[in-house]
């Protein structure tokens, strides 16, 4: 027996006495091998302690038990919870993921696309960069058989599922609670990394307002991706008068940005002024409320992967492309 040196195929065949082929049909239970030398085989391969990986099991066969998961940056939690649901739902079903970050790189997105086609996943959920250019690969993968589920937003040209949110509800519903509350001199954090994703925030934004008749002044709202520049946009806010009776973020970083900065001038939230975060964050609750968001990002990401393993386990005729649009409901609960 090799002590030191990787056991491989090789080694498992020469133990057991028989071809490298055969040892290959009883490691993926393919093709026609006796009771009496399938236990030889595993006999040897337990001798030998021989655990062959998914990764190689699966590279023998025309497609793998394996999906791919592309997101732009895993270290936000928002993407942690979309891979975590998706992840659950995977395993559930027997199937195992691999994780790439695309950085918002359209090249890193491509070359993450095609290294996970070197594993012959079987199928791939993604969150595209913003206006990627990525969609003739994406339809070359989907002419093959393999499915693809674009998460978050669509990607331009892919004929691909899509299962995204529309966050106007959501916004519209927060600015109306801030309004029931007598706040009228708002202020708006939005990250603008997407423009849709911008644009559905504004769009619920001026719905609320309009309903009060109120205006919204193009300086009242930052739209940026820099936390330096959403850090000066609040300290220059808050030293006008009259000050603002509140901000609402629809970013997390921002959240905790504007909180931070409000606390360098001693601000007494929410007695001096209020704060506002669209997304579940627990920093928030000493300020006597607590947001819930429908559906949330583990919804959608377990709402994806279904998606995908229709299209994976689909043996009948396919489906037509399907284009799915969640609107966002916000529920707010006053803590006291």
């Known amino acids: 027996m090799k002590s030191k040196m990787k056991i491989n195929i090789k080694d498992v065949a020469n133990a057991a006495g028989v071809a490298q082929s055969t040892v290959s049909r009883v490691m993926n239970n393919s093709g026609y091998v006796s009771h009496k030398t399938q236990q030889k085989v595993l006999k040897a391969m337990k001798e030998l302690g021989y655990s062959p990986s998914a990764l190689a099991v699966s590279f023998s066969k025309s497609q793998s038990r394996i999906i791919g998961f592309i997101v732009p940056d895993i270290s936000v939690g928002y993407f942690g919870k979309l891979l975590f649901a998706a992840d659950e739902l995977a395993s559930q079903n027997n199937y195992r993921m691999i994780l790439c970050n695309s950085n918002e790189n359209a090249e890193k997105e491509r070359s993450a696309i095609l290294n996970l086609l070197s594993y012959k996943v079987g199928g791939i959920l993604i969150v595209p960069v ?45 600015t109306q609670f801030a309004l029931s509350k007598g706040y009228q001199n708002l202020r708006f954090l939005i990250y603008d990394d997407h423009p849709l994703v911008t644009a559905s925030y504004i769009s619920g934004v001026k719905k609320a ?128």
């Not at 913003?130 to 331009?156: F, R, Y």
């Open 209 to 336: 307002l309009n309903e009060h008749g109120l205006p919204l002044p193009e300086e009242h709202i930052f739209k940026g991706t820099q936390i330096d520049a959403c850090s000066e946009f609040v300290r220059k806010q808050y030293s006008a008068a009259p000050k603002p009776s509140a901000f609402i973020s629809f970013s997390s970083d921002f959240t905790v940005v504007c909180y931070r900065t409000l606390m360098t001038y001693n601000a007494d939230i929410p007695r001096d002024i209020d704060l506002l975060g669209y997304d579940e964050m627990k920093i928030l609750t000493p300020f006597g409320y607590a947001i819930s968001h429908s559906p949330n990002p583990s919804e959608m990401g377990a709402l994806a992967m279904n998606m995908l393993l229709n299209r994976m386990e689909r043996t009948e005729s396919p489906l037509p492309v399907q284009h799915v649009l969640l609107p966002t409901s916000v529920k707010i609960e006053e803590l006291f």
């Open 130 to 174: 913003e206006n990627s250019p990525n969609a003739d690969l994406i339809n070359q993968i989907l002419s093959t058989g393999t499915p693809v589920v674009c998460l978050d937003k669509k990607m331009p040209g892919a004929q691909c599922d899509s299962i995204y949110i529309d966050n106007q509800n959501g916004a519209q519903e927060l």
